[in-house]
């Protein structure tokens, strides 16, 4: 009797835990399908652009937040593709803060993150996606002041704090896609993983870089290569800003040939390293670069022409396949409000410039080096036919001394 009673109460507290999993999965199913449309339609009409969710969940007592499909859709103006698209997220919310307005979340996992980011000419002017997304942000700053709520204690105005201690990013992807050009200027990077960490909003000082940014992954699109980006940010600011370090290895140069369109020169094999540190303040972009080219294999382009930058295109290939590594400096700086400034362009403008300032000086130094041999080799020869020139006067007089003293002798021994 004992034993059928244990076995009941086991079996009650199994049937117990299973219909609290369950009312606690119902509640947070049911609390996820109230706030979905409410967060869509709110984050729709800030951005001005369409957001959707999907599978959203809230567990007020543990906190939990997970949203099983998450998209913002480009501008109108662009393609009709999302502009961020996340397959997966998952939060933890410290439930007792949200009393004091504080949103405070320890960490955010966000899987497979696709980011796309597309620049197209539109009224006459350039303009990417995410530049569109923050004018829009602005705006609606300007047209909605958030409302404050009153303090009882102080009299003083109060606003929502929310702090993110860590953002995780497993598998996801950047995309950068122009359409301005015909030209495949297409970047992609792909796995991206990595962490953003210590997001507060409002942004505590406006000047200080307080955020620790770290992703890594692989490079390119038909051969990745490894890569990594790191260093400081405040991209929660009114005037956003970073100081990022990165670098790109043992990259394939052909797989990014036209940035040697228009040369005359077409690129079949070689590698690159590129180190890149950029700054960004006050809406200026300011990069440091350092290129390095390594066992490059050029030929003459489609289009036949006889010189480039005022020398003979054979030598200037021959001189570039011989170079073991060439490294380049490749300075890139504008204003982001210029409409005409875009990274890319002014990365590719500046490379050409930096690659011709080292070819021109570097066959002119050649140049000037073998003029100089030869003019020693001249110098050598005039020293020489004067030497052969000094040995024959030196014969010529010894024979004619040795003439005149033995013709007497000759002459003597006749007359005996």
């Known amino acids: 009797m004992k034993k059928k009673r244990y076995v009941f109460l086991v079996y009650f507290f199994l049937l117990a835990v299973i219909a609290t999993a369950w009312i606690y999965a ?3 199913r049911l609390l996820g399908a109230t706030l979905q449309p409410i967060i869509e339609q709110s984050l729709s009409r ?7 969710t999907d599978g959203l969940h809230f567990d007020p007592v543990s906190g939990e937040i997970s949203c099983e499909h998450f998209t913002i859709m480009n501008p109108r103006e ?18 007792r803060e949200l009393f004091h307005k504080k949103v405070i979340i320890d ?3 966000l899987g497979r993150l696709d980011y796309r980011m597309e620049r197209i000419m539109f009224d006459g002017n350039t303009r990417s996606n995410c530049r569109v997304m923050s004018w829009h942000i ?22 929502w704090q929310i702090e993110i201690k860590k953002i995780m990013i497993w598998d996801g992807s950047f995309y950068y896609r122009n359409r301005i ?22 942004a505590r000082d406006e000047k200080t870089l307080n955020q620790d940014v770290l992703l890594e992954g692989s490079f390119g699109k038909e051969h990745s290569v490894p890569f990594q980006i790191l260093g400081k940010a405040n991209l929660t600011a009114s005037n956003i800003g970073f100081d990022l370090t990165g670098r790109i290895s043992e990259g394939p140069v052909n797989e990014y040939r036209h940035y ?27 990069a440091t670069n350092t290129l390095e080219l390594k066992s490059l294999k050029l030929s003459p382009g489609k289009t036949v022409v006889s010189q480039i930058w005022g020398l003979p295109i054979v030598a200037v290939i021959k001189f570039l396949e011989s ?15 210029d409409p005409e400034f875009e990274v890319s362009q002014a990365f590719r403008k500046a490379f050409r410039v930096s690659l011709k300032q080292h070819t021109r000086s570097s066959l002119g130094a050649l140049k000037e080096g073998t003029s100089m041999i030869a003019s020693g080799a001249t110098k050598a020869s005039e020293k020489i036919i004067a030497g052969v020139g000094a040995v024959t006067d030196i014969v010529s007089a010894t024979t004619s001394e040795l003439k005149q003293q033995v013709l007497p002798s000759n002459q003597a021994a006749g007359k005996k």
């Open 26 to 28: 119902k509640r947070a």
């Open 78 to 95: 662009f393609s009709r593709t999302p502009h961020i698209d996340l397959s997966r997220i998952s939060a933890w919310v410290n439930v």
């Open 260 to 286: 040697w369109s228009g040369l005359g020169v077409r690129v079949k094999d070689g590698a690159f390293t590129l180190d890149v540190k950029a700054d960004y303040k006050n809406e200026y972009f300011d």
């Open 46 to 52: 800030v951005l001005d652009m369409q957001v959707k």
């Open 107 to 109: 960490e955010v996992v």
């Open 323 to 337: 170079e073991k590594m060439i490294k380049l400096h490749i300075p890139v700086h504008g204003d982001i409000t």
């Open 138 to 159: 602005k705006d609606f700053r300007k047209r909605h002041p958030a409302p404050l709520a009153s303090n009882s204690e102080t009299g003083s105005r109060e606003k």
């Open 181 to 202: 050009t015909s030209e495949d200027d297409d970047l992609q990077f792909k796995p991206l993983h990595g962490h953003l960490m210590n997001f507060t909003f409002p």
